[in-house]
């Protein structure tokens, strides 16, 4: 299966510990989607990345969070002291830029629950 | 502010039967839409997209169309089956926005066999 994988599926963690999730893109796309769905909402962008450059973060990435994606493949958000209120899914997608529009592949997605 | 709305939390269909999902939007920047489909539990399925120069785009059972004068497009699926059975949500993109969705809430279908 060559699509988008992330590690771990589920995280459950007590509140004020640090977690690390990771993301594997589709191995020919050069860009890389962070997103957050809380339940009965559609997907919230985070952060994106162009091979290894960051671009572009969101108001909703606090200070706490942290994004990198060394050498423009795989990709780690980590989040410092967690809250419950950073309970959520936690989706990576991956594309290939074209002209016209581009769409984005998700991976399974990594569910945290912060106690 | 939603800049993508799905009016219709849910929707129930006989099989066999068409579904019309809708959506609207405010941005007028936008220029991609999508369909995503999802299961519990797993990330969004690419389902079909259209660029903003068409107002139509078919892809098996699946069609969307675009009404960019309304600021509307809606996902046609004929004929419905049960497996189709999901929540499905649109997206809207825009290239001065390097392509970031922006998503609905979205709809829950149920296809009544």
Same mark, same amino acid.
């Given at each position: 299966?060559?699509?988008?994988?992330?590690?771990?599926? *589920?995280k459950i963690t007590k509140r004020g510990q640090n977690v690390t999730?990771?993301?594997? !893109?589709?191995?020919? *796309?050069?860009?890389? /989607?962070?997103?957050?769905?809380?339940?009965?909402?559609? !997907?919230?962008?985070?952060?994106?990345?162009?091979?290894?450059?960051?671009?572009?973060?969101? %108001?909703? &990435?606090s200070?706490r969070f942290?994004?990198? %994606?060394?050498?423009?493949?795989?990709?780690? &958000?980590e989040i410092q002291r967690t809250e419950q209120g950073d309970s959520a899914?936690?989706?990576?997608?991956? =594309?290939?830029?074209?002209?016209? $529009?581009?769409?984005?592949?998700?991976?399974? $997605?990594?569910?945290l629950l912060v106690l | 502010?939603?800049? +993508?709305?799905?009016?219709?939390?849910?929707?129930? @269909?006989?099989?066999?039967?068409?579904?019309?999902?809708?959506?609207? /939007?405010?941005?007028?920047?936008?220029?991609?839409?999508?369909?995503?489909?999802?299961?519990?539990?797993?990330?969004?399925?690419?389902?079909?997209?259209? =660029?903003?120069?068409?107002?139509?785009?078919?892809?098996?059972?699946?069609?969307?169309?675009?009404?960019?004068?309304?600021? *509307?497009?809606?996902? *046609?699926?004929? !004929?419905?089956? !049960?497996?189709?059975?999901? @929540?499905?949500?649109?997206?809207?993109?825009? +290239?001065? =926005?390097?392509?970031?969705?922006?998503?609905?809430?979205?709809?829950?279908? &149920? +296809?009544?066999?």
């Amino acid at each position: 299966d060559t699509g988008v994988s992330q590690d771990p599926r *589920h995280k459950i963690t007590k509140r004020g510990q640090n977690v690390t999730f990771r993301c594997d !893109p589709i191995s020919e *796309h050069n860009r890389l /989607y962070w997103y957050r769905q809380t339940l009965g909402q559609g !997907p919230e962008f985070l952060t994106y990345f162009q091979n290894e450059a960051q671009l572009e973060k969101s %108001r909703l &990435l606090s200070d706490r969070f942290s994004a990198e %994606r060394p050498k423009g493949s795989f990709s780690t &958000l980590e989040i410092q002291r967690t809250e419950q209120g950073d309970s959520a899914m936690y989706l990576c997608a991956s =594309s290939l830029v074209a002209p016209g $529009g581009e769409t984005q592949y998700f991976g399974p $997605g990594t569910r945290l629950l912060v106690l | 502010d939603q800049q +993508v709305k799905q009016n219709s939390p849910s929707l129930s @269909v006989q099989e066999g039967r068409i579904s019309i999902l809708n959506c609207d /939007y405010t941005n007028s920047m936008f220029d991609y839409f999508l369909w995503y489909k999802k299961y519990p539990a797993e990330g969004p399925t690419f389902l079909i997209s259209i =660029s903003s120069i068409k107002d139509k785009n078919e892809d098996g059972r699946f069609t969307v169309f675009l009404n960019k004068s309304a600021k *509307h497009l809606s996902l *046609h699926i004929v !004929p419905s089956q !049960p497996g189709d059975s999901a @929540v499905y949500f649109c997206a809207a993109s825009a +290239v001065k =926005s390097s392509y970031k969705l922006i998503f609905g809430s979205g709809t829950r279908l &149920l +296809v009544r066999p």
